[in-house]
Every structure is written in C-alpha cells, then in structure tokens.
C-alpha cells in the first residue's frame, strides 16, 4: 500500500524484555516521527528524523529507547527491559512538509 | 483494536445534528493548526488544517474557526453521521519548525 505502515499491530511482552517496533514510512518522505499515545492522552513526541540529519532525540523518555532509521527509510524504535509504564500504542508518521501522514500504530503491552 | 482515549471528554450528538468540538492551543507563535480523526484501531488522519492568516476554512462538511485572540480553535461538522464516531484532536505547530503539540482529544459519539 501506499501510506505508512507499522509492525506489529499488536505486542505483548513481559516486563524486562526488549521489544522493538517498526516502521515503514510512505516512499520519499524525508522526515519521520515516532509519537507515544496514552490512554487520555495527547500524543507525547519521542523522535525525529530528517533526512540525513542527526535525529532529534529530545522525546525519548528514558535510555531504555532508542531508534533508528537505515538508509533513510525503515525506522525500528527499540524498548529495553520493558516496564508496565511502557504500555501504549505507539505511532509513527512520515511527512515531506508539514503534513503528516500516520501508521495505524503499534499496541504495546506489557504484563 | 482497542480505542485509544477512553477517559477522553465525550461530545454525543443525535445523527443528523451539527457537531462542534473545541481546542485551546498553547503557543501564541504556532501559526498551522491541523484537526486529527481518529478510530478505533487506527492512526490518526488528517480531516483539515488551517492557517493563522485565516479565521475560518471550510471542507466538506467540516469548518475550521480559528480565534488567535484567545487561543482557540473549533471543528464544526454538519449533519453528522455514525461514521463521524471517533476521537478528535487538534494539532498547532510553527511552520519554522517540525514539532507539533496535540491535544488530548474529544471522543465523538452519534446516537442513531
């Protein structure tokens, strides 16, 4: 398909596991956003790429995240040692200007 | 999939009826703001965005009104229909940057 896509739909995981989320970004888009969606809340920013640009970290809630995006595409956000605080569903968008395009997203829980 | 926002305000509306949900934004220097649908199981999509040189915009049966005087901006749907249930939120963001703030959400209900 032609809009962004996420993998998987569904996680569940036991608590000190790693898991890791990805993301398919809609061909040619430049920039890539990962969001963190809470139950009552707004979306909570964690990254972004652009382009060939460092990313911007400044969302990440704890260095047990991280993510990355290979060759300007796919991009894997990674959860070490999980905690039930974790729990969310977690978004990805990709954009090429202001507009952005959003994943169906990836429900993460952990037990 | 299970609905994200289920502590969300909730706005129900009989079928038919107009609907109109509110934001109040943040940052008095955001000058792009974008109203978000969302169903259950699903991202976010894009309904229709607005610009601060402009008070109002329409789409199809959408409106978009924007106050900069006190900050707020409002979704007006017309004649809504069960399809429109979902949750709604708004976005603001400065066209010089790339982070975006959203709301928390309105939880739209139609009532048949």
């Known amino acids: 398909g032609a809009g962004v896509s996420q993998s998987p739909s569904n996680k569940v995981t036991e608590k000190g596991k790693d898991v890791e989320l990805r993301c398919d970004p809609i061909s040619g888009h430049t920039a890539l956003y990962w969001y963190r969606q809470s139950l009552g809340q707004g979306l909570e920013f964690l990254i972004y790429f652009q382009g060939n640009s460092a990313p911007d970290k400044s969302g990440l809630p704890s260095d047990r995240f991280s993510a990355e995006r290979t060759g300007g595409s796919v991009s894997t956000l990674t959860i070490q040692r999980t905690q039930q605080e974790d729990s969310a569903v977690y978004l990805c968008?990709?954009?090429?200007?202001?507009?952005?395009?959003f994943g169906p997203g990836t429900r993460l829980t952990v037990l | 999939g299970e609905s994200v926002g289920l502590h969300l305000p909730t706005l129900s509306v009989q079928e038919g009826d107009n609907s109109i949900i509110n934001c109040a934004y943040s940052n008095s220097a955001s000058d792009y703001f974008i109203w978000y649908k969302q169903e259950s199981g699903k991202g976010p999509q894009f309904i229709i965005d607005?610009?601060?040189?402009?008070d109002k915009r329409q789409g199809q049966r959408v409106t978009v009104l924007l106050n900069k005087t006190v900050k707020h901006l409002s979704l007006q749907i017309a004649a809504t229909q069960p399809g429109d249930s979902a949750v709604y939120f708004c976005?603001?963001?400065?066209?010089?940057?790339?982070?975006?703030?959203f709301g928390t959400g309105t939880r739209l209900k139609v009532l048949a």
């Open positions: 968008a990709s954009s090429l200007g202001t507009d952005q395009f």
């Open positions: 607005i610009r601060s040189n402009m």
């Open positions: 976005a603001e963001t400065n066209s010089g940057t790339y982070k975006y703030i």
